[in-house]
């Protein structure tokens, strides 16, 4: 680790490296046990759809490949943002943060219509095991899309105002790392959930 | 890691660089969606999973920069990764899932 990124960057433990970095790696790490969890009990209970409508009855897949796409895309914007974050370039931060946010919001706008056309198919919440589990792994994921995007926005007003503690570009790299991590659990969710039928 | 090492491999892709991967995952994305529709037979769930795998790694390695980065993070977010599937690989096989 450099003298430069002491000097622009958070705090540093004994090995060099920032804090704050370690800390999101062990919350992502953890957090694989969490959707792990979540879509071990999905593969579980996928077949389990007692009166409700099977999987390949409710899934679009030409919807969701969509979604996945512009998911894939909202990481190729936030490495983007990231990039300009370390370049010091503040105007292209704030596009390409503002540009990932938007990818990020038309995901979650997709997942609102998906889940709404599942329930008018028959298919709420406690209809079937299958139903619950998809809906919780997949509502979940939901959540830490929508708490990206408030962090993204959040990033945007607290560099506008100079109000960032220690360096911008780590700040906005942490909140990077957060949002590859969600795009990452899609990519499984989208293969195991959707591709692969029941 | 040396001032000249850091300043130049942790963040070291340069913007097209990040454009052609993301074309990569984009063409990756399309032969997933395409596995849907065609049947490739005993292929199928092994190309799938490969393909997730591939897509995987390539957005941790080089969007999240652990490629580039101080190997402490790969183990740190690795480790986590190896033990969840781990147990839940085992918490399937009680529920007899693989049988």
Redesign the interface.
Known sequence: ?????HADGGAHSS?G?SNN??GM??F??????L???L??TY??YRGRVGAGPRPSQVFD?PFT?VS??VL??S??T???A??AA?KGDDRNTYLWITVTALLGATFVGGQVYEFTAFYNEGMGFTTSLFSSSFFVLTGFHGVHVTVGIIMLMSIVGIMKRSKVPGSKAETVEMI??YW??V??IW??I???IY??PA | ???ET??TTE?G?S?AG??R??AI??AI?AL??S??YIDLGALF?PS??I??AV??VI??S???HLKYD?K??SW??????I???I??GI??AT?H?FS
């Open positions: 680790m450099t003298s430069d990124s090995t490296l970095k370690l790696w062990l992502l790490g953890s957090e694989c046990l959707f792990g969890g879509i071990s593969m579980l897949i490949s996945s796409f894939l895309m990481s190729l936030m490495v983007l990231v990039s370390h990077g790392l590859h991590f795009d990452i990519i499984i989208f293969t195991l591709l692969i | 890691m040396t001032t850091h300043s963040h892709m913007n990040y454009v991967i993301a995952l984009a994305t997933e969606v596995t849907y769930l799938l999973l393909m997730m897509k995987f957005v941790v080089y969007f999240m101080n402490l993070f740190v977010f690795y480790a986590g990764l033990l969840a599937l147990v839940y918490f399937l529920f899932f």
